[in-house]
Each structure stands twice: as structure tokens, then as C-alpha cells.
């Protein structure tokens, strides 16, 4: 089974001791020994990735609360034209009822009287 070696950097080199006749293979760069975390283009791209994520689902929800809100508006303001309607609907009944002509034959037919003037009492 062959095995190509030269696919990777070797962090440390090969002892010459054991190998005279090959030649030691250069080290890795210090740079990529040290602690300090490299930003990657590929967690770059997943960060950019959830951003836009997060800033999409805030959008959505703002767009579905303002229609939301707007439909809810909408159906108030039908609701209140209705009971605007229904109340003048009721005044003008209230108007037909309380006419003369409607309450003397009813009260002569209760055989209710006619009272006399206003009287105002003085106060204690």
C-alpha cells in the first residue's frame, strides 16, 4: 500500500539519523504552532450566514406584527362604522317613539292624565 506523504506539512522534522541517504523535510511555518486562533474564510461565511439568519427572522416577525396590527385596525373600524350605524338606527326609533302623537293615544288608553306645570322646590 503506498502512502503519499507530501499531501501535508509535517509539524516536526525527521530524525537524520535514521535516514542518511533521503533528505529531512522542511518544517512548518512557527506561524501555524502558535496559540493564537486564525479567523477561517469558511467561519467567516457560516458567521455572515447566521447574521443574515437572525436579521431575516427579526424582518419577518416586524412584517408579520405590522400586518397583523393593520388587519386588527381594519376590523375595528369596521366594527365601530357598524355600531355608529346601529346607534343612529336606534336614535331614530328612540325620535319615532317618544312623538306626541304616539304617547297621548297610548296614555289615554292607560287612562293616564295630563300633569300640571313644573314645580322647582326651593332647597333647604
Known sequence: MAVYQGARLRTDALPAAGTPAR???????ASVTTASPRVRPMGLLMAAIVAATILGLV???QTLGSSATSSEIRGLREDRDEFI???????????DAVESDVIVPKARKQQLK??????????P
Do not use: E
Request: charged fraction near 15%.
Open 23 to 29: 533528505q529531512v523535510r522542511a518544517t512548518a511555518p
Open 59 to 61: 424582518y419577518l416577525t
Open 85 to 95: 350605524k346601529d346607534t343612529r338606527i336606534l336614535q331614530i326609533h328612540v325620535m
Open 114 to 123: 295630563k300633569l300640571g306645570g313644573i314645580t322647582v322646590l326651593p332647597a
